[in-house]
Protein backbone atom coordinates (compact mmCIF):
# COMPACT_ATOMS: atom_id res chain seq x y z
CA UNK A 1 0.00 0.00 0.00
CA UNK A 2 2.99 2.19 0.98
CA UNK A 3 4.35 1.56 -2.41
CA UNK A 4 1.19 2.97 -4.45
CA UNK A 5 0.21 6.05 -2.19
CA UNK A 6 1.75 8.55 -4.60
CA UNK A 7 0.04 7.51 -7.66
CA UNK A 8 -3.06 7.40 -5.49
CA UNK A 9 -2.38 11.16 -4.71
CA UNK A 10 -1.47 12.07 -7.87
CA UNK A 11 -4.78 10.64 -9.38
CA UNK A 12 -6.81 11.93 -6.94
CA UNK A 13 -5.53 15.81 -7.31
CA UNK A 14 -5.62 14.96 -10.96
CA UNK A 15 -9.37 13.86 -11.11
CA UNK A 16 -10.35 16.50 -8.62
CA UNK A 17 -8.63 19.48 -11.00
CA UNK A 18 -10.69 17.94 -13.90
CA UNK A 19 -13.50 16.81 -12.29
CA UNK A 20 -14.55 20.08 -10.41
CA UNK A 21 -13.36 22.56 -12.12
CA UNK A 22 -16.51 22.46 -14.85
CA UNK A 23 -18.82 21.22 -12.46
CA UNK A 24 -21.05 24.34 -12.89
CA UNK A 25 -21.67 26.10 -16.27
CA UNK A 26 -24.23 28.23 -14.96
CA UNK A 27 -22.67 29.77 -12.21
CA UNK A 28 -23.21 33.67 -11.23
CA UNK A 29 -20.83 36.36 -12.31
CA UNK A 30 -18.60 36.23 -9.09
CA UNK A 31 -17.45 32.22 -10.67
CA UNK A 32 -15.79 33.67 -13.55
CA UNK A 33 -13.77 30.77 -15.45
CA UNK A 34 -10.56 32.82 -14.57
CA UNK A 35 -11.36 33.43 -10.68
CA UNK A 36 -12.48 29.19 -10.84
CA UNK A 37 -9.69 28.40 -12.28
CA UNK A 38 -7.27 30.14 -9.78
CA UNK A 39 -9.89 29.07 -6.62
CA UNK A 40 -9.21 25.14 -7.98
CA UNK A 41 -5.18 25.34 -8.60
CA UNK A 42 -5.30 26.83 -4.81
CA UNK A 43 -7.70 24.21 -3.57
CA UNK A 44 -5.62 21.09 -5.65
CA UNK A 45 -2.31 22.66 -4.30
CA UNK A 46 -3.47 22.86 -0.71
CA UNK A 47 -4.32 19.28 -0.87
CA UNK A 48 -1.38 17.77 -2.77
CA UNK A 49 0.79 20.09 0.30
CA UNK A 50 -0.94 18.87 3.06
CA UNK A 51 -0.84 15.20 1.86
CA UNK A 52 2.80 15.41 0.88
CA UNK A 53 3.47 16.57 4.30
CA UNK A 54 1.48 14.23 6.06
CA UNK A 55 3.52 11.72 4.29
CA UNK A 56 7.04 13.16 5.27
CA UNK A 57 5.46 13.74 8.64
CA UNK A 58 4.85 10.27 9.61
CA UNK A 59 7.22 7.83 10.02
CA UNK A 60 4.89 4.68 9.24
CA UNK A 61 5.92 5.48 5.70
CA UNK A 62 9.47 4.02 3.75
CA UNK A 63 11.92 6.55 2.36
CA UNK A 64 11.21 6.06 -1.64
CA UNK A 65 7.53 7.65 -0.65
CA UNK A 66 8.94 10.24 1.55
CA UNK A 67 11.20 11.57 -1.55
CA UNK A 68 7.99 11.48 -3.91
CA UNK A 69 6.45 13.60 -1.23
CA UNK A 70 9.48 15.71 -1.25
CA UNK A 71 9.23 16.29 -4.65
CA UNK A 72 5.56 16.25 -4.94
CA UNK A 73 5.93 19.65 -2.34
CA UNK A 74 8.51 20.86 -4.44
CA UNK A 75 6.69 21.16 -7.79
CA UNK A 76 3.35 22.69 -5.99
CA UNK A 77 5.70 25.10 -4.30
CA UNK A 78 7.79 25.67 -7.82
CA UNK A 79 4.38 26.25 -9.92
CA UNK A 80 3.57 28.82 -7.36
CA UNK A 81 6.86 30.54 -7.14
CA UNK A 82 7.36 30.87 -11.03
CA UNK A 83 7.66 34.30 -12.30
CA UNK A 84 4.11 35.15 -14.61
Known amino acids: MMNILPIIIFLGSALLLFGVSNML ?3 PAA ?3 RRRRIMMQAIVS ?3 VGESLFI ?5 F ?3 AKD ?8 VVGYWLKPR
Do not use: I, K, N, S
Open 46 to 48: LAV
Open 25 to 27: PDA
Open 56 to 60: VLMPA
Open 68 to 75: WAFATAGM
Open 62 to 64: DQH
Open 31 to 33: MHP
